[in-house]
């Protein structure tokens, strides 16, 4: 798993400003100083979050009065401090997450609009967007949709989506075959991911091919029957190709 920070604690006992737009209840925590950049971060949320739910095409857009809005934490710097992350090797630090209680975001150095951050936070709503919607799938189809959408969206164009591609072609050539049945246990995949492996870009170049082949509601549809350790995503993307998972290494790969 990428590092765990406290945060529960902060979020009890820091003291938060409060600023709600259509679609979040923003937290600001107490101890960060003003700055224009996060003012102007703050601004952009509602724009972002329009896009990814016309990119993933949830109609959560259509009336901002009827949702439950989501709940964003910007945390202060020491929470990265106290969790060892700023150090001489590196003094700029991102850290972003989602969970049941929102997203959460922790930086040093880095201005708050910038694209890294943008890209992240971006990264960090699609999660909450489609746990809120159809809940969560195995590791490598989460953060694979959140890796794929991020670059469609991204304000670098769309460069980026070759990355996805480039992480394919890496781990085909690097591992023994078999590597994607292993990819679609969650523990499996982190254990890649530690190891260095490109797996959230395999992740996108498999989501990339599954909503191209067979469509956005398809996808949806095995994150609805799906869970966080769900051990047999393999079985259903076989059922769902009709081919052995090696055949789509291959295949994906030509
Ligand atoms: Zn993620």
């Known amino acids: 798993m990428p590092v765990q920070i406290d945060l529960i604690s902060r979020r009890r ?14 937290h600001i925590d107490n101890d960060l100083e003003p700055s224009e950049t996060r003012d102007q971060l703050i601004a952009k949320l509602d724009s972002l979050h329009r896009e990814i739910c016309d990119v993933l095409a949830f109609p959560d857009v259509g009336n901002p009065e009827s949702l439950l809005k989501l709940n964003v934490w910007l945390y202060a710097d020491t929470v990265l401090e106290q969790a060892g992350l700023i150090t001489e090797a590196t003094p700029k630090q991102f850290y972003g997450a989602a969970s049941p209680a929102g997203v959460h975001i922790a930086l040093h150095g880095l201005d708050w609009d910038s694209a890294l951050v943008i890209d992240c936070i971006i ?132």
């Open 123 to 254: 990264h960090e709503d699609i999660h909450a967007v489609l746990g809120k919607n159809v809940g969560e799938a195995p590791s490598l189809l989460n953060e694979g949709i959140a890796a794929y959408c991020e670059r469609m969206l991204s304000r670098d164009g769309s460069g980026r989506l070759n990355e996805l591609r480039e992480g394919w072609m890496s781990i085909h050539v690097s591992e023994k075959s078999g590597w994607l049945r292993r990819a679609c246990q969650t523990e499996e995949f982190w254990q890649a991911y530690n190891a260095n492996l490109p797996m959230y870009e395999v992740g996108g170049y498999l989501v990339r091919y599954i909503i191209e082949t067979q469509g956005l509601d398809v996808l949806k549809q095995i994150f609805l029957s799906s869970h966080y350790m769900d051990d047999s995503l393999a079985d259903k993307l076989e059922q769902l190709f009709g081919v052995k998972l090696e055949h789509i290494e291959q295949q994906l790969a030509a």
């Open 13 to 26: 006992f820091a003291l938060w400003q409060v600023k709600e737009s259509d679609f979040f209840i923003v």
